[in-house]
């Protein structure tokens, strides 16, 4: 008998369509990596067994969903489609007005675009790659505001994902509220591993921003499994629905950029929601030149019917139970073998900690990109690298960002894989780390100039 099998997040759903996955050979595989430059990202589809790169737009849709595919409304301009998604962000997430756009960073450009200034700061809990970009394309500075113990994988804090009012206030006070267009909080804080915000830490950052008159812009990619760990850990909050909570949630900022492609179950999609007039109606004009008309923003019909149907699926306690479930069982499973992850494991992903795992490869030398490319060659299991690549580099000095976590992330689909694949895949990882001492590093032999990880090039040492 093992205590690990615990069945409480046992799939709310059964399979009605199945795509058969294709096995590979230790040699195709060795030789799809030389191809692919060592970079999980330039792998080719067909020659990943389970594909765990990341669980963007990656969602298995429901029935309901590709039912309401069927009622895509194609027209041009205020199709059916576009008000029933518009009805529900309204209900869900609070705010007032609706620009659709083609997916999370589509909203990002509009946002940062519109408010920010040249040799303005953005304040946030911790980067995102697009968001970032966007902010300092914009002529804006990215400042990290999150808590101390985000930085550490170690740190069972339940809401790593909090930011510091001590070094939101002290930046404040160092720039200037002027300079400070808005703080991002994005819940959770995908680079931090899927850690959530809490409930009491969004008031207080609402409060400070309120006596400055500064602007808070939620990343709401992946709120609502934000919202079901304030459920599991924040006082209160317990007997809440996770729509309630949500909406709580959205309650505390100005704005939400959302890329649908997470929390939402479709496959492509995002909208920026906001609730000041004067924005809405520069950003619905911008989306026209960017993305397309404001009641489309570069989607069909079909596309923002499931997402307006993915929003209802979303919040639903059996889902989301289910879906971080999966992840923890995942975490549990590598923990009691020793693994070393973050913890505690996340909403969408588990992050195997490449700096504890590989300790004598130099952070100069990739150590988590080098890892995710032995898992690939060890059984066809794709992840992706977050560390010193996904940094990128700095602006000013243009060398290397050193963040403090060389991460590998186990990104999980949503209701796509079964408990037996989430078997396999620690066993490849156990695989591993059974022959981690042998395994040497790499260096670049290709760098392009914006987020590079996606098509960075390496070569074994
Ligand atoms: C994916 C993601 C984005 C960007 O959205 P895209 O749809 O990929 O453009 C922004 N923020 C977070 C937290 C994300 O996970």
């Known amino acids: 008998m093992t205590k690990l099998a615990k069945r409480s997040w046992a799939e709310p759903f059964k399979i009605k369509v199945v795509e058969p996955l294709r096995m590979t050979s230790r040699e195709e ?24 790169l990341t669980d963007s737009g990656t969602n ?36 007032k007005y609706l620009v659709p756009t083609h997916q999370g960073r589509g909203a990002e450009h509009l946002i940062s675009s519109i408010l920010i200034k040249d040799g303005d700061f953005v304040p946030g809990n911790m980067y995102f790659t697009t968001t970032r970009l ?52 994005a819940a959770t804080v995908n680079m931090a591993g899927g850690q959530p915000i809490s409930i009491a830490n969004l008031r207080e950052v609402r409060e400070l921003t309120k006596k400055h008159g500064i602007r808070v812009v939620l990343d709401a990619t992946r709120a609502v499994e934000n919202a079901w760990f304030i459920k599991q850990r924040e006082k209160g909050y317990e007997k809440k629905t996770i729509a309630e909570i949500l909406f709580e949630m959205c309650s505390f900022t100005d704005a939400a950029t959302m890329s649908g492609k997470k929390d939402l179950l479709v496959n492509i999609g995002g909208f920026l929601a906001l609730n000041d007039y004067d924005i809405f109606e520069e950003a619905r004009n911008l989306v026209v030149v960017y993305e397309g008309l404001h009641t489309y923003g570069g989607l069909a019909g079909r596309d923002m019917e499931a997402m307006a149907r ?114 396999v895949v620690t066993e490849a990882v156990e695989a591993v780390y059974d022959r981690r001492e042998e395994i040497r590093g790499m260096e670049t032999e290709y760098e392009p100039k914006y987020l590079r990880f996606f098509q960075m090039r390496f070569k074994k040492l």
């Open 29 to 52: 595989r060795e030789r799809a990596l030389v191809e692919a430059g060592y970079n999980t990202f330039l792998l080719k589809s067909k020659d990943v067994y389970i594909d765990l």
């Open 310 to 423: 993915g929003i209802e699926e979303a919040v639903q306690e059996e889902h989301i139970k289910a879906r971080i479930g999966q992840v923890e069982y995942v975490g549990e499973r590598l923990m009691s073998i020793g693994i070393p992850i973050v913890q505690p494991s996340g909403g969408h992903a588990i992050f195997l900690d490449a700096r504890r795992f590989l300790p004598q490869i130099k952070q100069t030398e990739f150590p988590a990109q080098t890892l995710a490319a032995e898992l690939y060659a060890e059984s066809g299991v794709r992840s992706m690298e977050r560390g010193i690549v996904s940094a990128g580099r700095n602006k000013e000095t243009g060398d290397h960002n050193y963040p403090k976590l060389e991460l590998v992330r186990l990104t999980f689909p949503r209701r796509v894989y079964t408990q037996a694949h989430c078997d």
């Open 60 to 95: 298995a849709m429901s029935d309901y969903q590709w039912a309401g595919m069927m009622l895509g409304d194609e027209a041009y301009a205020g199709s059916e489609n576009f008000y029933h998604l518009e009805e529900n962000v309204q209900k869900y997430y609070g705010y």
């Open 134 to 185: 966007h902010q300092e394309l914009a002529g804006g500075t990215f400042v990290d505001v999150i808590i101390d113990e985000a930085h550490d994988p170690q740190s069972l804090h339940p809401f790593k994902g909090n930011i510091d009012l001590n070094k939101l206030e002290a930046l404040i006070n160092k720039v200037g509220a002027k300079k400070i267009p808005y703080v991002t909080v």
